[in-house]
């Protein structure tokens, strides 16, 4: 089997993507600094003989030893929340970050996956995304930090294939749920379920017309997994064309949880995507791929483990 050297491993995904691949039977190195991510989510893998964690920061330098045939990048503030906290740091492990562990995927030999975004579309004007598509971006907004943080690290990322013929793949992922969510981190999930959950007014911004496309995190993973097999080098996009406007998101919601919270309206944030769907005709072509967690199943999951996350005060009321 294979041993994998994967960034931001204490992450909402990263974690899940290194149980995924330790059930497929390989050895893991994982890396995080937990400036968001938290050792709650590797809490499970401590008895794991394959699985070796190293609290790193993967801006700096760092050395790994032994051979190393797969290196996923995953580490990068994600959520609204964190990234405009940590612009800086945002940017930096798109850039730095990118560069370090091509590097290292460039030294033992090995394949490089990076997981970018549908925010590199920004607030598009072609609907549904297709990976063709240039985006339509604030280079300058406070969603720049994350937006251009992510279109660079795609730019070095075909620039390590073209120069170094560096085999290499790049996955746009669209809104994504499930267990190990952090309650209070400004994802429109866990925002209303938290709110919904705690008895809070549950937050819509704008008229909520706006639309998402929410995929289960079991059914991202796979395609990860199934993507960093395949000698796509281009952008492909992972996430569930299921489109559905935040209003009958959150409406959902209060079905679900049985909450008496009301729905208030808030206004816009600015360069907020008005629609996001992805087009994954690209991924169900040469990965075999599609999501297949209905939502009513992936949001039962969710509510079920967010009930457990402590909520700390005031921080799902802004």
């Not at 991510?37 to 790193?56: D, I, K």
């Not at 169900?284 to 996350?309: A, D, N």
Request: net charge negative.
């Amino acid at each position: 089997m294979l041993r994998i050297v994967v960034s931001g491993a204490a992450g909402f995904v990263g974690s899940h993507m290194c149980d995924r691949l330790l059930a497929e039977g390989h050895t893991v190195v994982g890396f995080d600094n937990f400036l968001t991510g938290s050792p709650r989510n590797l809490a499970h893998l401590a008895g794991e003989t394959r699985f070796r964690f190293v609290e790193q920061d993967v801006t700096m330098v760092f050395t790994v030893d032994g051979p190393v045939d797969f290196v996923l990048h995953m580490a990068s503030p994600a959520s609204p929340k964190d990234y405009l906290e940590y612009p800086v740091e945002t940017l930096d492990v798109g850039s730095i970050g990118t560069r370090r562990m091509l590097e290292l995927a460039l030294e033992k030999g090995s394949r490089f996956l990076l997981t970018s975004t549908s925010e590199c579309y920004g607030d598009p004007l072609i609907h549904p995304q297709v990976e063709t598509y240039w985006g339509h971006v604030n280079p300058v907004g406070p969603r720049s930090c994350y937006d251009e943080s992510k279109r660079f690290a795609e730019a070095l990322t075909m620039a390590y294939h073209r120069k170094h013929g560096l085999r290499t793949n790049i996955a746009r992922i669209f809104n994504t749920y499930g267990p190990r969510m952090k309650l209070d981190d400004g994802r429109v999930v866990s925002a209303l379920v938290g709110q919904a959950l705690h008895g809070l007014p549950m937050t819509v911004f704008g008229n909520g017309s706006q639309t998402r496309s929410f995929c289960y995190v079991a059914d991202l993973v796979d395609g990860l997994y199934r993507l960093m097999q395949s000698d796509e080098r281009f952008p492909v996009n992972l996430g569930n064309p299921r489109e559905m406007t935040i209003l009958e998101f959150a409406r959902q919601i209060q079905c679900m949880t049985g909450t008496a919270s009301e729905i208030v309206f808030r206004p816009l944030p600015e360069d907020d995507p008005k629609q996001r769907q992805p087009d994954i005709n690209k991924a169900r072509t040469l990965l075999g791929w599609e999501p297949r967690v209905p939502l009513e199943e992936g949001l039962r999951q969710t509510v079920e483990y967010l009930r457990s996350v402590p909520l700390h005060t005031g921080s799902l009321a802004e």
